[in-house]
């Protein structure tokens, strides 16, 4: 009590029901960030508090264009960022949804190196 609150998590593994929630819900979250991550949360924040946001802040704090920035991800809390950054990339096994707002998708999964295919990719490019 008395405390602001953050950020709200619900969990449920049925994503359709999320899905249905956040419907049931449009006329009280209007002013919020409502994404889904990791196949089981649906996520409210703050307008404005997500990984794009933040993405653009950390650029701007360490005085780089956010066109020479990448971002990479697999679930709809990671679209924002996916689309605000310069290379927008999901992973092989990225949430269907998300991949179309993709620059690239890797060959490899979050759990078989895709970090590393897109460093070497494009920041090493074969050096």
Known sequence: KGQEIVKVL???????YLQ????????ITYDMDVSYSSNRYI???HKGVNKGAGLKKLANLLHI???DTIAIGDNYNDLSMI???????????????IKPD???????TC???AVCE???KFVLKGE
């Open 102 to 108: 993709c620059d690239y998708i890797t060959m490899a």
């Open 20 to 27: 249905s929630i956040d419907r049931d819900l449009k006329d």
């Open 83 to 97: 689309k605000d950054a310069g290379l927008g990339v999901g992973v092989q096994n990225a949430a269907p949804g």
């Open 118 to 120: 897109v460093i070497e």
């Open 65 to 67: 264009d956010i066109q």
């Open 43 to 45: 996520e409210f924040n």
């Open 111 to 113: 759990e078989e190196g």
């Open 10 to 16: 619900y969990t449920n593994t049925d994503f359709e």
